[in-house]
């Protein structure tokens, strides 16, 4: 984006970071490729982050800046990104982990 900073004195250390303990554990033969548990887990996982990704983007911020700092200058924008917020996550909940047969509500007959 055009109102992008440029790449100072922070964006080199996360990078050095990465490298240097890429390049110590390959020297210490302590380089291993971890994962989750299944192969699903980590397409989830790669899809969630796409998505907060873009909704950071379209957002104009991050979650935490619209949720929590946000809604006390009681602006709409910012209310209604957290209300979307709630709601995705209410949604995800529902989708990833379904209610057991037991929480379920049967009336009485």
């Known amino acids: 984006a055009s109102t992008a900073l440029e790449p100072s004195f922070g964006v080199g250390v996360v990078a050095g970071a990465l490298v240097g303990s890429h390049l110590s554990a390959r020297l210490r033969g302590e380089l291993a490729l971890e994962s989750f548990s299944a192969p699903q887990q980590t397409s989830r996982y790669l899809l969630g982050g796409a998505m907060m990704g873009v909704g950071g983007v379209l957002a104009g ?12 200058t009681l602006g ?14 209410l949604a995800a909940r529902t989708v990833l982990e379904p209610a057991p047969a ?6 009485a007959e």
């Open 61 to 72: 911020g991050c979650t935490i800046g619209a949720g929590l700092t946000g809604v006390s």
């Open 76 to 89: 709409l924008a910012p209310a209604l990104a957290l209300l979307a917020i709630m709601v995705g996550a």
């Open 102 to 107: 037991s929480a379920v509500f049967t009336p």
